[in-house]
């Protein structure tokens, strides 16, 4: 979370602003540019706006410093958001990542490389495991083998 406004916006020149993306390290260190769906480009546009290219997008508001908000704040922030809802489990950025990786699986009917290639991943069998695809199958292979079995 500690970002730039202008990893996340582009507000940075006129032709990174016409094709908003983010800036994702993956686990390999090499970044990954991901679009940013309209919808969510409005809401970023709205939030940076004002924001110098160099500010953080998430500031520590106890410092005078332009210094990110620290990951266990980020933390924090997020179990207070699921706690208003209701949600009663904790979540994490890491969380919130797998269940990510795991809908953008099933929405692109199965398209492990697609999500292999999302997350940074070097090779499918690591981005199965990952999402917990493997061991679904294996626990959907052997409920309906024992319900034949019935």
Known sequence: MGAESATFCNTGTRSERKRPHCHCGAENREIILLPINPHLQKIYRDFFKGKKDYEFAFRNSRSKQNTPISRIRVWQI???????????????????????????YMDTGGDIVMVQEVLGHSDPSITRRYIGIDQQKKEKAINGYILILR
């Open 78 to 104: 997020l179990n207070e958001a699921a706690d208003a809802v209701g949600y009663k489990e904790s979540l994490s950025c890491h969380t919130l990542r797998k269940t990510f990786a795991y809908w953008l």
